[in-house]
């Protein structure tokens, strides 16, 4: 009999899966040619009535059924991914995909700046050196940004970065399930949405695209993403970003041949190498505590 899994190795499996099925998320807004509002709109009901079907099944077949808003720090958590949703989108149509990828992949630095603060985690030094190369890479594709007239863009990206990390930090300090929660929160967005779109019109040339966006993508990628903070920590959680931040520039520049600029290729090698290593560092040794750890319970 095999053993069971571990729940570390649970959390690495469920965010590694949503970090992929996320990656076809930015390429399936851009073939759905619509305005930022009305894709936001279409989108975010796809995803609540999905959701809520899924839920009262699963509500319905088990009462073990995780909650929609566990307390007041479901709450927390669903304006965090609401109002990062709306960033986000906002960006896509502001910044090249591969400018808006690179930077979002910065909330790994936002989640161990915040585990430190708020969860006494204190960074190594090789997180500090980490962090410290993203700077430099954020920089020199924000500077592009400026010069490229699309500094409004790169500041969306990392609000909706920052806004990620801050969902996963509150997660795993509560250690509650979140699942349900960061798909409840696109009703914030939802709202806004249908507000925008009452004022500017409706503006969507495909929207089977956003369909399948919201009903199968989403779901996917959002109920395991906020899962896995339960079993591990959050910077290991915001390395799977990096899923999106490396494929979702190749899926756009083999649809629309969109070619990222000189700066953001560079800044962009920057973030990743050094998200990269830290996060293979930081797991190489976590597998190390846990066979001292294994070592000194042996009978």
């Known amino acids: 009999m095999s053993a069971p899994i571990s729940d570390h190795s649970k959390g690495l499996l469920l965010t590694a899966i949503g970090g992929l099925t996320l990656t076809v998320d930015i390429p399936l807004i851009k073939l759905a040619n619509g305005d930022v509002w009305s894709v936001l709109m279409v989108r975010c009901a796809t995803t609540l009535v999905v959701t809520a079907i899924v839920w009262a099944v699963w509500r319905a077949l088990s009462p073990r059924a995780p909650a929609l808003l566990p307390g007041k720090a479901g709450l927390a958590v669903a304006a965090c991914y609401g109002i990062g949703s709306i960033c986000f989108l906002s960006a896509v149509y502001h910044i090249p995909t591969a400018n808006l990828v690179f930077l979002l992949a910065f909330n790994t630095v936002f989640a161990a700046v915040l585990s430190w603060l708020f969860l006494k985690e204190r960074p190594r030094p090789a997180t500090l050196a980490a962090m410290a190369a993203m700077l430099v890479g954020v920089a020199i594709i924000v500077s592009d940004g400026i010069s490229a007239g699309s500094l409004f863009g790169?500041?969306?990206?990392?609000?909706?970065?920052?806004?990620i990390a801050s969902a996963i930090t509150i997660t795993r300090a509560t250690g509650r399930d979140m699942g349900f929660t960061s798909l409840v929160a696109v009703s914030l967005p939802l709202l806004v949405a249908i507000v925008m779109v009452a004022q500017v019109g409706y503006r969507i040339e495909a929207p089977w695209w956003i369909v399948l966006n919201g009903a199968v993508v989403m779901p996917i990628a959002f109920f395991l993403l906020a899962t896995g903070p339960k079993y591990i920590s959050g910077p290991e959680v915001a390395m799977f970003y990096l899923l999106e931040t490396v494929l979702a520039p190749i899926w756009v520049w083999l649809i629309f041949l969109e070619t990222p600029t000189p700066q953001t290729l560079i800044?962009?090698?920057?973030?990743?190498?050094?998200?990269?290593s830290h996060s293979l560092w930081q797991l190489h040794q976590g597998r190390r505590r846990r066979g001292a750890q294994a070592v000194r319970h042996a009978p």
Do not use: F, Q, R
Request: glycine share 10%.
């Open 154 to 163: 790169n500041v969306l990206a990392l609000c909706s970065s920052m806004c």
């Open 267 to 276: 800044g962009g090698a920057i973030l990743i190498t050094a998200l990269l």
